[in-house]
Nanobody, 125 residues
Framework: QVELAESGGTSVQAGGSLRLSCVAV????????LTWFRQAPGKEREGLAT????????LYADSVKDRFTISMDAARNTWFLQINSAKPEDTGKYYC??????????????????WGQGTQVSVSS
């Protein structure tokens, strides 16, 4: 069993930066895909960035490539999403999720058995 909890969501102005964190409780670090999702108002939840716990390989959606960075700290059971040059379209609720499988994008929500409760990000123009 794995439990996830996000933090770091806040309100920023366009062009600003913020970092989201996801703390995980459970024994999972070998062979786990850790992914950040976003659900914008009125839109479906989409996978933005993934990192594999072995080797730290990353993937990014085109919409956030070059602005978002996913990373992890295995010693702290935590992974992060650094958001730079924030845009109003980055507004939404951000979720971390985990599956015991390789990573891929686009991400299928049904493949992820473990989810956090989400943290809200608002970007004003």
């Amino acid at each position: 069993q794995v439990e996830l909890a996000e933090s770091g969501g806040t309100s920023v102005q366009a062009g600003g930066s913020l970092r989201l964190s996801c703390v995980a409780v459970g024994n999972f670090w070998r062979g786990a895909c850790l992914t950040w999702f976003r659900q914008a108002p009125g839109k479906e939840r989409e996978g933005l960035a993934t990192i594999y716990s072995v080797g730290s390989g990353t993937l990014y959606a085109d919409s956030v490539k070059d602005r978002f960075t996913i990373s992890m700290d295995a010693a702290r059971n935590t992974w992060f999403l650094q958001i730079n040059s924030a845009k109003p379209e980055d507004t939404g609720k951000y979720y971390c999720a985990l599956k015991f499988d390789r990573c891929s994008l686009p991400a299928l929500l049904s493949e992820y058995p473990y989810w956090g409760q989400g943290t809200q990000v608002s970007v004003s123009s």
